[in-house]
């Protein structure tokens, strides 16, 4: 493993731990400070970047605030969609009506997908370490056993009406979740970008400002591809 | 037991710390001088970071008259309260092992 990739896994790995953008800039210098007295490679002197992020964040794996916080922003994100769609296709009365099925189809559906997604979240970073082999035929399976849960349950359960939804409550979730989402995204963008302490910054070169959502995207293409490579061969 | 919860490179990471501050290759380089072998960054820094934790030293990027600026470790009133017990912790395990020793002679 190189120098940098060695610190770009372990800054994957610590941003999957919750570590926020200001800490992680101020650990790598730290290391890269070390690293310069000692001459030794990062592979020598550290180890395995998970396991040192295991060590310096005291657990493996996302916390779980922000697992929850996914789950809340996939939740926000599925009822502006179907907000939108709803407000799409309105009655000529501007009323959407809430049927059992309906009801019991987007509930499937949102709480369905916050699940899915926390659990790839954690899975996720599992597999770009190394800890759990990949799965990917199950994950894509589990997918779709929501996808169509959902759509039966639409389909098979009673249309007995329960309520209606006028377009101003459908405007206000639609407003109200795209605002979270909103708002979300540029919490974790700001929580993500690294900063280095100005004391330290001559062993900050190429991290400040750099937005560990490149490095994550990067990294992750990289040790996905490695680990999904056998994985048809395997299974 | 005691002798198995005294951590001895912590201990002597804190009693190193008590004297002056140091940056993290400097305390390696201590801890090797004082015969406690090779310590990896692996192994120093998830342990300073628990003794930052537990409060009993703080950190700050410091300019260098070497090299470039290092992150300089120092102990707080809390840090050497911890350092005076361990040493007394030490002295009983010491006179312990000393007493076996004679027995056994």
């Known amino acids: 493993m190189t120098h940098s990739d060695w610190i770009d896994r372990l800054v994957v790995a610590l941003r999957h731990r919750g570590v926020d ?22 592979d020598s002197e550290f180890g395995d970047p998970a396991d040192l992020a295991d060590q310096l964040v005291g657990r493996a794996g996302p916390e779980p605030k922000s697992q929850l916080r996914l789950g809340v922003f996939v939740v926000a994100s599925s009822i502006a969609w179907l907000s939108i769609f709803g407000l799409l296709g309105a009655g000529e009365d501007g009323r959407v009506e809430v049927t059992v099925g309906l009801l019991v189809a ?113 990294t992750g293409w990289r040790l996905g591809r490695e680990a999904y490579r056998d994985v048809d061969r395997t299974e | 037991m005691l002798i198995g919860k005294w951590k001895p490179i912590e201990s002597a990471v804190l009693g190193l710390l008590a004297q002056r501050p140091a940056y993290g290759y400097e305390i390696a380089r201590l801890l090797r001088a004082g015969g406690f072998g090779e310590v990896t960054g692996g192994t120093l820094y998830p342990l300073l970071r628990r003794l930052e934790d537990a409060s009993f030293v703080t950190s700050s990027w410091r300019d260098s008259d070497d090299g470039p600026p290092r992150k300089y470790y120092e102990v707080t009133s809390a840090g050497r309260e911890e350092t005076a017990r361990r040493k007394a912790q030490w002295e009983h395990i010491r006179r312990a092992v000393d007493d076996v020793f004679e027995v056994t002679s």
């Open chain 1, 21 to 42: 953008g200001e800490r992680v800039g101020e650990l790598v210098a730290e290391i890269e400070a070390y690293l310069r007295d000692s001459g030794s490679t990062p």
């Open chain 1, 106 to 218: 987007v509930t499937l559906w949102t709480l369905g997908m916050a699940v899915f997604f926390v659990w790839i979240m954690r899975s996720g970073g599992r597999v770009w370490e190394g800890r759990e082999r990949p799965r990917p035929r199950i994950q894509i399976g589990v997918f779709w056993v929501v996808l169509v849960a959902s759509v039966v349950a639409f389909v098979v359960l009673p249309q007995t009406e329960l309520f209606d939804l006028s377009n101003t409550v459908l405007w206000a979730l639609a407003g109200i979740s795209i605002s979270h989402v909103i708002a979300e995204s540029i919490r974790q963008a700001r929580q993500a970008r690294l900063s280095v302490p100005p004391a330290a910054s001559p062993h900050g070169e190429g991290l400040i400002g750099r937005w560990t959502g490149i490095a994550r995207l990067r």
